[in-house]
């Protein structure tokens, strides 16, 4: 950062600019225009979206990629819009930076009413603090670059949205640069603490019988994956993840078992799982989904949970303890031969069963999946949507580090779409795959337009079941219908990109095997469903919250 003298809007945007912000997506409005021209002329990407809620997710999505995310929208409506996005980035650790560009200093102190506001002034900043890690207004150009480099500091340390307001009289307002540092290294664990804990869980490691490694979500946000692959190596363990964490490993390592997640696991992953008697869970969160609604089988076991800021055994609780330290000083403190282990079957052993298409044969959700499988490769991202699909992708076999993304914890219905839109932009060398049920699609299905408008040849697999399926097993009603579309017709509504609507095994082989070979905007292939036709995740938990289950566990 120059010693000379910046305006606010110059130095907020090389702030972004110097965490690796290169895109950032918004919707115009009064109050954000000035800002907006000088972050185009930054060199920073603006893109374009249908709404203010579809840039959250597709920042979002963008920010799990590359670490950082923004959105650029104007006060009040505009802010008000985007935050059920920022609530689920909140909600599942992702750093994004929420720009709103508000009134003049001067009008504030008018009694006269604004355009776009609701209460007072201040109605939306204090709204933003339920949701955010740090919510600001930069209402005086001289404290500015303080309270900049404290909000992003706090986003990039803690992995949560900020939310910062500017003024437009306040963008072009000289001010002098801070001295202050943003902090870039990771948090700082106490020693007696941290070795207390190393010691603790190694002894429970080197007693155990059937230990087994669970790797989550942190080990991601806070870039652990190396280390967190040193760990694995070196112990030599079996290694599930959470649906939340999928991808914190190549499933094709050969201690890869799969994704667990209570009933809804695989039969073979779930009896590894609840069969340990230590399992060390890296960074993974306790939340019903990522345990099966409540049927994860983990009593009688010694549970290591390992997160952000401390580590928990059994009642023994280590605070100051920083993940990154625990994993790098557990694989230095790994013996040689590993931790000892029964033998067990990995991902990359599992016998695979190629995918061959049967002329006439309707489609259903598991033979779609099994093709989906087979066309996944190494530079695949999957976005998957909230309901089945993202239950049904548990079991795909993901090759590469955030190779898969889909809201684990939050569920927010329609995330999907922007979300591709986002992953596009955030790695244009991969090609995204996303899975879409139709009930979603039809909440933010305007974002195909941002793709055919940017030519991204994104394959878009829609999952027409006639309605909310997930909805249907939980309980049964007509809420869960919703009005049938053409979906396949959408690319010419939007002015870009080809559709498909496949029913059988043959037409959906011939429409992926387009896909493959086509890069002229979003394809989107229509998968005709039977309406209670289901994933095996949901079936499994089905029959474990059966009313004529009989538990005998």
Sequence with gaps: MPEKST????????????????????????????????????????IGTCNELNAGYAADAYARIRGIGCIVVTWGVGGFSAMNAVAGAYAEQVPLVVLVGGPRTNQRRSSMLLHHGVGEFSTMQHAYAHITVASVLLDDAGDAPQLIDRALARCLSEKRPIMIEIPVDIVDQPCEPSKRQTPSGPPV??????????????????????????????????????????????????VATTLLGKTVISELHPQAIGVYEGAMSRKDVRAIVEAS?????????????????????????????ANSGRLKISQHVYEQVWIGDVVTGLADRMPAQGVPHPPFESVAKREAKPSIARRGAKLT?????????????????????????????????????VGFIGQAFYLSIGYALPAVLGASIAAPNRRVL????????????????????RNIPAVLLIM?????????????????????????KLPDVFGGGWGRRVETEEELEAALSQARSSNDGPAVIEIMLDKLDMSDALKRLGAELSPDKKHSR
Excluded at 36 to 44: P, Q, T, W
Excluded at 374 to 382: A, G, M, S
Excluded at 392 to 400: C, F, I, P, S
Excluded at 434 to 453: F, K
Aim: charged share 25%.
């Design 365 to 401: 959700v598991d033979k779609v999946m099994s093709r989906v499988n087979d066309y996944i490769c190494d530079d695949t991202i999957v976005v998957a949507e909230t309901g089945d699909s993202l239950f049904a992708a548990a079991d795909l076999v993901m090759h590469h580090d």
């Design 434 to 453: 996303a899975l879409i049920g139709d009930g979603a699609l039809q909440m933010t299905v305007q974002e195909l337009s941002s793709l055919c408008r």
């Design 7 to 46: 305006t606010v809007a110059d130095y907020l945007i090389e702030r972004l600019k110097q965490a690796g912000l290169e895109h950032a997506f918004g919707v115009p409005g009064d109050y954000v225009l000035t800002f907006m021209d000088r972050l185009i002329a930054s060199g920073v990407d603006l």
């Design 277 to 305: 008697d230590v399992l060390l869970c890296i960074g993974a969160w306790i939340s019903d989904i990522n345990f099966g609604v409540f049927t994860g089988k983990l009593e009688g076991r010694q549970l290591i949970l």
């Design 189 to 238: 664990s106490d020693p007696d603490s941290l070795n207390e804990a190393l010691d603790e869980v190694m002894a429970l490691l080197a007693s155990a019988k059937r230990p087994v490694i669970l790797g989550g979500v942190e080990l991601h946000r806070y870039g652990l994956m190396q280390q967190f692959m040193r760990l694995v190596e070196r112990s030599k363990l079996p």
């Design 464 to 488: 027409n079941n006639d309605g909310y399926t997930t909805e249907r097993v939980i309980h049964e009603g007509p809420y869960n219908d919703i009005q049938q579309w053409d979906y396949h």
